[in-house]
C-alpha cells in the first residue's frame, strides 16, 4: 500500500545544490533540518549502508524535493516498495496487478498499463522520495564511500499512516487475486506511537479480513524503532502472513528487536556470514513461523544481500524453491546492470565459495559448485535454498532492486 515517485539522483550533487558543506556523519532516527540530512547522509555513506529516513519539516522538505527533481540529471521513477514491485510483476504481459497506495498524476502516468488504480487510490498530490544514490570511491570531504548505495528520504504522510489499506481490501473482492503483496508498515515509523500503535491493530483487523486461501506476502524495508519491529513480529502481523522479503540489515535488526539468535551483533562486517543468516532464519520460522504448534500462517522467507540469496521454507508448503531463488539472482544481476539477460563481462561474484550452515548447531560444511549453483540443505522440517548473485560492477540503478527480487522470487514460487 505504499506508492510514491522516487527522485534519483546524486547524493553529494544535491547536498552541494542545497549550500551543505561537508561534515562529520551522525546518525538520525528522524531528519528535522538540513543539517541532520547532511550528517545522516554522510554517516552511511562511510558505512556504504543503505538507509531510509523520515523528514520531520514539511516545508523544508518540499523545498528540497522540488531543487532534486529539477537538478539536471534527476530521473523520475515509480517508487515504493508496493508500486515497484507491482510494476515488476506487470512486465509479465498474462498478470494483471491491482495497486492501493497513494497515487498522484506523475506515478499514474509511470505506471504499466497491466496495473488498475482504483479511483479511491488517486490523489491531487504526488509523494516524493529522494533517493541520494552514490557511487564506490567517491569522496565527499573527508568521507569516502567503500561501496555503492544510497540514502532514502521523504516526509511522506499518507503512505506513512497506510490510508489505502482499508481501500485495499475492500476491493479485493472485486478483483479476487491469487496473491497478495503487502508492504509500507516500515512507513508507520514516522507517525506518533499512539497513532502508530492504533493504526497497526487497524490494518491487522484489514489485514485478517483477506480470505485465507490467498497467500500473503509481506515486504519489510529499513526501520529504526525496535518496540515496532517487536509488535509486528510477535503478535501482529508475522502471524498473518505466508512469506516475508528482508535484506540483511532488516534481518538483523529483527533479531535485535526480538532478542533473537546473534543479537549481540552490533553490525555485519563485509559479506553477511551464511552460517549467522541462517541461524537467524531458522530461527524465525521456528518461533514464529507455522512450525508444529504454532498459530502462524508464516512458511516461506525469502532473504537477499548483495552477494547471495536464501529462501527458507517450512517443508510441505511450497514448491519450486530452486527456481524461485535463481530467478531472484537473476533479477538482481539484470536489474542492476540494466541488461536484458546477464552480461557476464559486467558482473562478479562476491558469494563465499564455502561456507558453513550453522554457527550455533553442529553445521554442515559447504563448497559451491558452478554447475549446480543453488545449494540446498535441511534443518527440523525447515529447508534452506542458497544461491550466488552474479553482482553487477558499475550498477546502473540499485532502487528498487529487493523488490524485483522479491517479486520474481514469488512468481517462480508454487503454492500448496
Keep these: ?32 533540518s538540513r543539517q541532520d540530512l547532511k550528517e545522516a547522509f554522510a554517516h552511511f555513506m562511510e558505512k556504504g549502508a543503505a538507509a531510509e529516513r523520515f523528514f520531520s519539516d ?17 530521473q523520475l521513477y515509480v517508487g515504493g516498495n508496493a508500486a515497484l514491485i507491482g510494476q515488476k510483476l506487470a512486465t509479465n504481459p498474462d498478470l494483471k496487478i491491482l495497486l492501493c497506495g497513494p ?39 573527508e568521507v569516502r564511500a567503500p561501496n555503492a548505495n544510497r540514502f532514502i528520504f521523504s516526509h511522506d504522510l499518507s503512505n506513512g499512516a497506510l490510508n489505502m489499506l482499508e481501500v485495499f481490501v475492500s476491493s479485493l473482492d472485486e478483483f479476487q487475486p491469487d496473491l497478495v503483496v503487502l508492504s509500507g508498515l516500515h ?26 486461501d490467498i497467500p500473503i506476502h509481506l515486504e519489510l524495508a529499513s526501520m529504526t524503532d525496535q518496540d515496532f519491529m517487536s509488535n509486528i513480529m510477535h503478535q501482529q502481523v ?75 521454507t517450512v517443508d510441505g508448503y511450497w514448491g519450486n524453491q530452486v527456481a524461485a531463488v535463481a530467478a531472484g ?23 563465499p565459495l564455502e561456507f558453513v550452515t550453522s554457527q550455533i548447531e553442529a553445521p554442515s560444511k559447504i563448497s559451491l559448485n558452478p554447475d549446480e549453483p543453488v545449494v540446498h540443505w535441511h534443518r527440523e522440517g525447515i529447508s534452506f535454498h542458497f544461491t550466488p548473485v552474479l553482482v553487477c560492477k558499475d550498477p546502473v540503478r540499485t532502487v528498487g532492486l529487493g523488490d524485483a527480487i522479491s517479486a520474481e522470487g514469488l512468481l517462480y514460487s508454487e503454492v500448496y
Excluded at 546524486?10 to 528522524?30: I, R
Excluded at 499514474?108 to 497491466?114: A, P, V
Excluded at 552490533?266 to 507455522?290: N, R
Aim: net charge negative; proline share 4%.
Design 1 to 32: 500500500v505504499n506508492a510514491c515517485v522516487d527522485v534519483v539522483l546524486s547524493g553529494v550533487k544535491l547536498l552541494e545544490a542545497l549550500g551543505l558543506e561537508p561534515g562529520d556523519g551522525k546518525n538520525h532516527a528522524v531528519l528535522n
Design 58 to 74: 514539511a516545508k523544508s522538505f518540499h523545498h528540497i524535493a522540488q531543487t532534486a527533481s529539477e537538478y539536471p540529471g534527476a
Design 238 to 312: 508475522f502471524p498473518l502472513v505466508n512469506s516475508i522479503g528482508l535484506n540483511e540489515q532488516e534481518l538483523l535488526f529483527l533479531t535485535q528487536s526480538a532478542s533473537g539468535p546473534h543479537a549481540s551483533l552490533a553490525t555485519w562486517s563485509g559479506v553477511p556470514d551464511v552460517g549467522v543468516v541462517s541461524d537467524i532464519l531458522f530461527w524465525i520460522l521456528k518461533e514464529h513461523g507455522k512450525t508444529a504448534d504454532g498459530a502462524s500462517d508464516l512458511t516461506r522467507i525469502h532473504f537477499h544481500t548483495l552477494a547471495y540469496h536464501i529462501l527458507v
Design 187 to 212: 512507513m508507520m515509523e514516522g507517525q506518533s506511537k499512539e497513532m502508530r500503535q492504533r493504526r497497526l491493530m487497524e490494518a491487522v483487523a484489514s489485514i485478517s479480513d483477506i480470505p485465507t
Design 103 to 141: 497515487v498522484g498524476p506523475k506515478l499514474h502516468e509511470l505506471l504499466d498499463d497491466n496495473v488498475v488504480v482504483p479511483p479511491e487510490s488517486m490523489q491531487e498530490r504526488d509523494e516524493f522520495h529522494l533517493i541520494l544514490e552514490y557511487q564506490a570511491g567517491e569522496e565527499w570531504g
Design 329 to 351: 539472482a537473476r533479477a538482481a544481476g539484470t536489474q542492476a546492470c540494466a541488461t536484458e539477460t546477464i552480461d557476464t563481462s559486467k558482473v562478479f561474484l562476491k558469494a
